[in-house]
């Protein structure tokens, strides 16, 4: 099972991002996908989730700026963030549990795509 990422770059405060994920692979079945950020010197922190069933939360951080749609026949999972602010800029990680044919439910974690707001 691999998660690709792909969506990050360079943005002006106040504009908008949308990143995505992509999980590929032997995959029976996706329970919850989410973002999760690292900015330089602190601990990765959860962004967004979201169950199979559509069910999301979101980080007190980001709530009315970010939602987390979710395509499940594709697999996919994006993050479309706006009103983006200095203090977004970190490295953004796809996060998903998983079930591969054959095997139980386990944490895969994209390579990570930054995220870098200019003010």
């Known amino acids: 099972v691999q998660l690709v990422e792909s969506g990050g770059g360079l943005v002006q405060a106040g504009g908008s991002l949308r990143l995505s994920c992509t999980a590929s692979?032997?995959?029976?079945?996706?329970?919850?996908m989410g973002w999760y950020r690292q900015a330089p010197g602190k601990q990765r922190e959860l962004v967004a989730g979201i169950f199979s069933g559509g069910s999301t939360n979101y980080a007190d951080s980001v709530k009315g700026r970010c939602t987390i749609p979710r395509d499940n026949a594709k697999n996919t999972v994006y993050l479309q963030k706006n009103s983006l602010k200095a203090e977004d800029t970190a490295v953004y990680y796809c996060?998903?549990?998983?079930?591969?044919?054959?095997?139980?439910?386990?944490?895969?974690w994209g390579q990570g795509t930054q995220v870098t707001v200019s003010s």
């Open positions: 692979g032997s995959i029976f079945r996706t329970n919850v």
């Open positions: 996060n998903a549990n998983i079930a591969p044919y054959g095997s139980g439910f386990g944490d895969y």
